[in-house]
């Protein structure tokens, strides 16, 4: 069975790199077939899609968060990493890493458990 | 961008009732439609691809419908532990968005 798994810093300070790592277990990220993306959540409010990554290095972002993040993916170790650069209490969200399956139209079929990451001095 | 609206934002239910979710699309995104459902503290769950396939493992009293802009998601008998928010989005095209989510509560 795939799990996947955030981990990372809980709290980030204002105008800081939030970095994140996705652990991809019970399949490998180098199979090919997937793409790994990932999704956020502020409290009590809607999902938005960060971007994705595919185990070659290509990348694809939301547009509005372009010029701050950057995807990355370790094969060896079977993960991948979410970069967000100047972060701003708008940033305060759950973080979800997910596989993306472009074989049944585009979705997101797995999910890590999320991890809440708090933006404040 | 595409926006995806869904309606209503939340609505009150029993168990055993009928419950149907629209989910409607600022462009043509037809099949390209995905519905989640969401427990509170969990991450999103897929139900529902492509408009109307069901993922493997969930309950068939849930379906998917619709074409074009407009979508539904529908629950034939709800039951306690549908009782959740869920959420439609677009995998057309990128930026792949999600509407702000319908949360289903009891009656």
């Known amino acids: 069975q795939l799990q996947l798994q955030e981990s990372g810093p809980g709290l980030v300070k204002p105008s800081e790199t939030l970095s994140l790592t996705c652990s991809v277990s019970g399949g490998s990220i180098s199979s090919g077939s997937y793409y790994w993306g990932w999704i956020r959540q502020p409290p009590g409010k809607g999902l938005e899609w960060i971007g994705t990554?595919?185990?070659?290095?290509?990348?694809y972002y939301n547009p509005s968060l372009k010029s701050r993040v950057t995807l990355s993916v370790d094969t060896s170790r079977n993960q991948f990493s979410l970069n967000l650069s100047s972060v701003t209490a708008a940033d305060t969200a759950v973080y979800y890493c997910a596989r993306v399956n472009t074989g049944s139209y585009y979705n997101f079929d797995y999910w890590g458990q999320g991890t809440l990451v708090t933006v404040s001095s | 961008d595409i926006q995806m609206t869904q309606s209503p934002s939340s609505l009150s239910a029993s168990v055993g009732d009928r419950v149907t979710i629209t989910c409607r699309a600022s462009q043509n995104i037809s099949p390209y439609l995905n519905w989640y459902q969401q427990k509170p503290g969990k991450a999103p769950k897929l139900l529902i691809y492509?408009?109307?396939s069901l993922e493997s493992g969930v309950p068939s009293r849930f379906s998917g419908n619709g074409s074009g802009t407009d979508f539904t998601l529908t629950v034939s008998s709800l039951q306690p532990e549908d009782f959740a928010t869920y959420h439609c989005q677009q995998s057309y095209s990128s930026p792949y968005s999600f509407g702000q989510g319908t949360k289903v509560e009891i009656k």
């Open positions: 990554i595919f185990y070659s290095g290509s990348t």
């Open positions: 492509a408009a109307s």
